[in-house]
């Protein structure tokens, strides 16, 4: 695994990519235009695909009075604009959040070592009015803005420098957008380029400005974000591609697999980093993580001063759904470790669990595949798309191996003696 880290970037335009927001941009611009001018209304004929909410204010301005804007009428025009955005978005018939997008962007910024933010002509507050809106502010941690420059180019330099400086690596960006100008714009500094057609452009337009990918929208959720991380194969796999789920898990990518209790979530059992992202996905900082090994032998190379009570269980129970807490190798990262610098193992029964391990070279990082407080799944079919959403990977086990539906049995050790922490598959005092 490479310890150098690139950051994805992902920047959205906002209009006809993430939400359509009915006509409230263009009849907020006409109402702030006749209660501070009275001059009719001179935006009607104005295209604003793709333009900055400034660069269209300026235009008119100078072709009614004849010269360009001060800065105090800039921001006279711009307060009024505001206050009518939010007065009108409120209650817009129109309004509506694109299909797919909210799933697109719970994916990626689930994902590792990944920002998400913006890239639109819409002023800031008018851009964090849409998105409150549409309930998605909460998605983005960077962008630029039609106030930052009146200039679409310049504005994606800005948003790919703030990107950069958040990031603290090297970086690679992708913009996303509907227009024309959004592809230009994303050209000119040199990002990757994805379109959608969900604007007001069609597909055969922007197919001419040869983005990387261009997509009809992003109603097919799993095939947008394909598309987006640029993972080849899609999101689904069958247990046929042991080969590229063993690439993933080596490359610190994160899985969806069967096991023989419940549908698990994991990767590498060696990566803090896939440990700190599987927290996040689950929603619980602080849930425990199990290792699967792919055999006894490897089972207990994570270990040390290993209970002579703890090797014999595992002679007995392994392969099975039987956890054991021991003390943790040095070999374990300290984020992977529980209490007492202790790690929980287990060798599970599921042939293709047990074969990924092998195929990987290390440990698999376990924990039940559900948001926290939501009922863990025992088949794919239960499994939250949410979840699928933010994976690199999701293995469906078609034939199934009789997923008990029951969490491991848990035993640590106190003075060299079993102790149950929980109860689960295996009920050990009954098999005594």
Known sequence: MSDQVVTKVFLFDIDGTLLMAG?????????????LHGQGSPFDTIDFTGRTDTSVFAQVFSEVYKRPPTTAETEAFFDSY??????????????????GVREVLAGLTAGRDCIVGL?????????????????????FSCGGFGSDSPDRATLTGIAIERAARLAGTAIETTVIGDSLLDAAAARANGARIVLVASGGTPSSLLAGAMPDELLEGMDDWEKALQCLRGHPGGLRATTEELDRAARIVRNEGVILYPTST????????????VATRVRNIKN????????????????????????????????????????????????IPTGLRGPGDTIAVRVDPHPWTRALCARAGCPLI????????????????????????????????????????????????????PVVIRQGAIDIMRQE
């Open 82 to 99: 505001h206050a009518l955005l939010k007065e009108k978005i409120q209650t817009a018939p129109r309004f509506r959040l694109l299909p």
């Open 366 to 417: 376990s924990t039940s595949a559900n948001i926290s407080g939501e009922p863990p799944p025992a088949t794919a079919g239960e499994v939250d798309p949410r979840l699928i959403a933010a994976s690199d990977m999701f293995v469906i086990d078609d034939a199934s191996n009789g997923a008990i539906g029951l969490p491991s049995t848990i035993i640590g050790f106190f003075n060299g003696e």
């Open 284 to 331: 619980k900082p602080d849930t425990p993580l199990i290792l699967l090994a792919a055999d006894t032998e490897n089972a207990l190379e994570l270990g040390r001063n290993i209970p002579e009570a703890a090797r014999a269980l595992a002679q007995r129970f392994w392969p099975g759904p039987l956890t054991l807490v021991f003390p943790a190798a040095d070999l």
């Open 119 to 139: 890239v639109t002509g819409n002023t800031r507050e008018g851009a964090m009015t849409k998105l409150k809106r549409a309930d998605l502010e909460g998605f």
């Open 23 to 35: 006509g409230c941009g263009r009849s907020s611009f006409i109402g702030t235009w006749a209660a």
């Open 262 to 273: 419940l549908y698990g979530i994991g990767g590498s059992g060696l990566s803090e980093r």
